[in-house]
């Protein structure tokens, strides 16, 4: 649907900033056109003998902070406009957590749910190898994102590392500890969201303890924030789903047991004890907490004014529309913007990267305070940069980082 076009929605939002920060007309132009943009078309070889030709991308938005920084994702529906709406909410993303990064995205149009492991193994080489010319420690690191994970980052390290005759841990996050990787990074972007979750509803005077959570997703970021909701802070999380449905139960669902049963059978549907419930449904839960944790445009006009929580985490990218955020503005809910709630995960891949590039690496509670420190510090700057221009907090989070971004394109000064 082109009203739910992802790059169209992320360009609307920089409209909406633009007149709260009163933003000048040709930088605000700038900061709605990715800056670099590569497609390529590559073959590889299936298990059974065949070529099959692969289409990814990789957009860099903007770099006029550092190097891009963002995840590359492996999906059937990957399009150029998704990919470069991803870039830019890495941008902001990056600048909001105020992390000396740019914002880039990568995507390969195809089903690794329908790939052995060698397939993707040389999808990913190939891949990495077509891209190699643009990433690198100091001009773009790529990260795990939706399906891919640490093993397809080892491949891409190694790819690259091989092209330049000498190791590169620097050039890419999320990979494996015993290859350079950060201790905390695998359960990052749970963690950060986590720790979100906590400072709003202190600040909010909402209690965390015995509230009740509904959760839209159950791979890296969704299973994690359930679980360390449920474990840290006490929450009750009645519903969670993957993409093939979800499963409810008023009591509260152990997310331990979840987790053994998706491990099991590769689902969270069938859990005993627990309903069924469609990924629809589990949105308009009556629960203190719902955290969209998928993909893209989930809550939206046709759905916004049906959703009973309080407060809305988007541990997802782009999970809610613009016309679906002035209604829960209306509404009073409280929405953690992805740009802030997920960002645990690029946080840590920064730390991962000063570790990579220091060659010293730093022990889990160091990798865990550091996170915690930074997501309450960028949470308290969201909620009060909304309080002071009277916005919601997405705009009050793109008020801070679309600033930060002006202002180093301003002391650059345009080339030539
Ligand atoms: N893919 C994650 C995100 O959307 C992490 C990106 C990174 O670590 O660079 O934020």
């Given amino acids: 649907m082109a009203e739910n076009n992802p790059f169209e929605i992320a360009k609307k939002q920089i ?6 920060i009163n933003l000048n007309d040709g930088v605000r132009d700038i900061l709605k056109s990715p800056k670099r943009e590569l497609t390529v ?30 995840g590359i994702r492996y999906h059937p529906q990957v399009t150029l406009d998704e990919v470069r709406a991803l870039s830019a909410w890495m941008t ?57 994970d640490s093993q397809t980052m080892a491949w891409i390290m190694d790819t690259y590392s091989m092209q330049k005759g000498y190791s590169v841990p620097g050039v890419v996050t999320g990979k494996p500890i015993a290859i350079g990787g950060s201790e905390g990074r695998g359960e990052a972007t749970g963690r950060g969201c986590m720790y979100v979750i906590r400072e709003a509803t202190k600040r909010q005077g909402m209690k965390l303890k015995g509230a009740t959570v509904a959760v839209q997703g159950f791979g890296n970021a969704g299973s994690v924030v359930a679980h ?53 449904d589990l949105l308009k839960l009556d629960v203190d907490i719902l955290v969209p944790a998928a993909l893209e445009n989930q809550i939206t006009n046709k759905n916004a004014s049906q959703i009973k929580a309080k407060l809305v985490a988007e541990a997802a990218n782009g999970p809610t529309t613009p016309e679906a955020d002035e209604i829960l503005f209306k509404n009073k809910v409280t929405v953690l913007p992805d740009i802030l709630a997920n960002a645990g995960g690029v946080t840590v891949s920064y730390f991962e990267w000063v570790q990579d590039l220091q060659g010293f690496f730093w022990p889990i509670e ?3 305070s550091k996170l915690e420190a930074v997501m309450s510090k960028s949470y308290q700057a969201v909620a009060d940069s909304a309080e002071k221009y009277g916005v919601n907090n997405r705009t009050g989070a793109y008020a801070i980082a679309v600033d930060r971004v002006a202002t180093a394109i301003r002391l650059r000064g345009i080339y030539p």
Avoid at 15 to 20: E, R
Avoid at 118 to 145: K, M, Q, W, Y
């Fill in 41 to 70: 078309n590559f073959p590889v070889r299936m298990d059974n003998g065949d070529y099959k030709v692969f289409t990814g991308y990789r957009v860099q938005f903007n770099m006029a902070r550092g190097p891009c920084k963002g």
């Fill in 92 to 148: 902001w993303k990056c600048s909001v957590m105020n992390l000396p990064y740019g914002g880039a995205k990568g995507g390969v149009i195809c089903n690794p749910k329908q790939m052995s492991r060698g397939e993707l193994e040389r999808l990913t080489r190939r891949f990495a190898s077509e891209i190699s010319p643009i990433i690198g420690p100091e001009i773009d690191v790529p990260a795990p994102d939706v399906y891919t």
């Fill in 366 to 368: 160091d990798v865990n």
């Fill in 228 to 280: 360390l909701l449920e474990e840290e802070q006490g929450a009750k999380i009645v519903a969670v789903s993957d993409s093939k449905g979800g499963i409810y139960n008023k009591d509260g669902l152990s997310m331990k047991k979840v987790m053994e049963h998706k491990n099991k059978t590769g689902e969270v549907s069938g859990f005993p004890g627990a309903q069924k419930i469609s990924n629809e």
């Fill in 15 to 20: 409209d909406i900033v633009a007149k709260v």
